[in-house]
């Protein structure tokens, strides 16, 4: 029998053997029926614990065939027939782990998927300048005596190296922040601060398209300042990009449970297509700029989420694209 090569259940068959032959000469000595009956009684408590082992391990050896049915990618296996007791505990903690497992096995594949795409896109958007500055170059090999051709050519190249040296630049921020190897240095600062840092960057771009910017921010916000001018700084860009000529509405204010800095350009709005994905990694809505490459955007979102903060866009009902940020004092 299969159960008796167990050694567990060997020893203890010997040893109740023994316990019972050792009663049962015992009670030889004094009325040789007391010995018939501990005989029987020790027949029948290993019969009992025969039955019982073999039930047992029984149990057991279906829950780990479901256990490799579960590791082997097996769908809807149920463990719900082991009740409470020796194996009801068991039981309980291999759901909680096989769900965990299942749960990481889904993130490590979206993951899989993720970092394709986007190598996928990274790749499309250094090409394109690369190849733009690869005919450019083709264009300086031919013969212009006057270097006019070479007049025209050599701004765009270096607007496209721009290009390439911003994306590069921006991706290397995303991977820090996927990887979580950014330490935020949170400290309390004015928000006309914050707001003045980051405009200064698109200062000279407003300018050039004849625009200008209408601030009014009060109180105080608790973020890492370099950063958060980062976030705000591309929101603002992105607003500055999709307007004319025309104002850049910038309120800031406080109050007792956050931070909150609106940001309001009067341009044509957002689509109704494009608000769901507007923060999504590369992605470019319908009256996206030629330059743009879709990440600043996404980056402003993981900055600001980072630090327990939250971003929202719409349109506003004056007209335009309206960002949103507000920053928690509290757990969200």
């Not at 039930?55 to 082997?72: E, K, N």
């Not at 050519?153 to 979580?180: F, G, N, T, Y």
Request: proline share 3%.
């Amino acid at each position: 029998m299969k159960l008796l090569k167990n050694r567990e259940i060997s020893v203890t068959l010997i040893l109740t053997a023994a316990i019972g032959a050792a009663a049962a000469a015992a009670c030889l000595f004094i009325d040789p029926r007391a010995s018939v009956v501990c005989v029987l009684l020790t027949a029948a408590f290993a019969a009992v614990f025969l039955v019982g082992a073999h039930r047992r391990y029984s149990r057991m050896a279906r829950l780990a065939d479901s256990l490799d049915s579960m590791l082997s990618g097996a769908e809807g296996i149920d463990l719900s027939g082991y009740s409470e007791g020796e194996l009801g505990i068991l039981q309980s903690e291999l759901m909680k782990l096989t769900a965990k497992l299942r749960e990481q096995t889904s993130a490590l594949r979206g993951e899989k998927i993720l970092l394709a795409d986007s190598i996928a896109d990274i790749s499309h958007q250094i090409k394109t300048p690369l190849t733009s500055m690869n005919l450019m170059l083709a264009a300086l090999g031919e013969d212009d005596p006057e270097g006019a051709r070479r007049a025209e050519l050599l701004p765009e190249m270096h607007r496209q190296l721009s290009r390439i040296d911003w994306l590069v630049s921006a991706l290397l921020k995303l991977a820090k922040l996927d990887a979580d190897a950014v330490s935020m240095d949170i400290k309390e600062l004015p928000l006309d601060d914050l707001v003045r840092d980051s405009l200064a960057p698109i200062a000279i771009q407003m300018e050039l398209r004849g625009q200008e910017a209408e601030v009014s921010a009060s109180g105080s916000i608790l973020c890492d300042r370099s950063w958060t001018a980062e976030a705000l700084t591309n929101i603002m860009k992105n607003c500055s990009e999709h307007m004319g000529e025309g104002t850049l509405h910038i309120a800031a204010l406080e109050n007792p449970l956050y931070s909150q800095i609106t940001v309001r350009d009067e341009g044509e709005g957002i689509a109704a297509e494009d608000l769901p994905h507007i923060f999504e990694r590369f992605y470019r809505g319908r009256n996206s700029s030629a330059g743009g490459v879709g990440i600043g955007l996404a980056l402003a979102r993981m900055i600001i989420v980072k630090q327990n903060g939250t971003v929202k866009a719409e349109n506003a009902p004056e007209g335009g694209a309206k960002f949103t940020v507000r920053f928690y004092k509290g757990a969200v």
